[in-house]
């Protein structure tokens, strides 16, 4: 079976363009990301729930982003990692529109953390997070708090405590300790870095 033409894989659900979706006790929510099967879990996992609804798709950046041109969603679920860009543009432009952002991936750090929060994100989960965690996230930043993975919570916990910033590894190593290991970033030998020292 062919796959869709890349402009035909997003999606807005009818009654749910404009802001709000047909139901105004439902939670609105779009998911972008590039693979249909976790889009599809989404979907699933969201629809058996009375108070969320999924009122848009994308497989893209650029079909994010025309989606978020037809409708306007209490949350955005999205990868970060998107074939045709980076998700964390589509995340700033999100919230400037004043759309909570929720950051889905499989990849967790420091780095990535950072990345998200300065983007704006409200949240970030992964997805081998449980199904609960993820229902909970979406309902957290929906009603405008913040929700980390319990994975990214020590990550967190390291910025807060060294004041916004991801902590450096090698903090702890005196100067002369990391001469030395630049010298054997170099890939001397013991004697060369001894003559060096």
Excluded: W
Aim: include cysteine; charge should be negative.
């Amino acid at each position: 079976m062919a796959s869709a033409p890349e402009s035909a894989r997003h999606r807005v659900r009818k009654g749910t363009s404009g802001s709000g979706a047909a139901r105004a006790d439902r939670l609105t929510v779009v998911v972008v990301d590039d693979h249909h099967l976790v889009r599809l879990a989404i979907d699933t996992l969201v629809e058996a729930e009375d108070d969320l609804v999924v009122v848009g798709e994308a497989a893209s950046l650029a079909e994010g982003r025309a989606v978020l041109e037809e409708v306007t969603p209490d949350v955005l679920l999205l990868d970060v990692h998107l074939p045709d860009g980076d998700g964390l543009e589509l995340c700033a432009e999100a919230v400037e529109r004043g759309v909570k952002t929720l950051v889905l991936t499989a990849y967790d750090g420091d780095e990535l953390l950072v990345e998200a929060m300065r983007a704006g994100a409200s949240g970030f989960v992964l997805k081998q997070d449980p199904a609960d965690s993820v229902l909970t996230a979406l309902r957290t930043v929906g009603a405008g708090g913040a929700h980390f993975s319990n994975a990214a919570t020590p990550h967190m916990l390291a910025m807060i405590a060294s004041g916004g910033a991801p902590q450096d590894p090698l903090a702890h190593l005196t100067d002369r300790e990391r001469s030395l290991l630049e010298l054997l970033g170099e890939g001397l030998s013991n004697r060369q870095i001894a003559e060096r020292l």
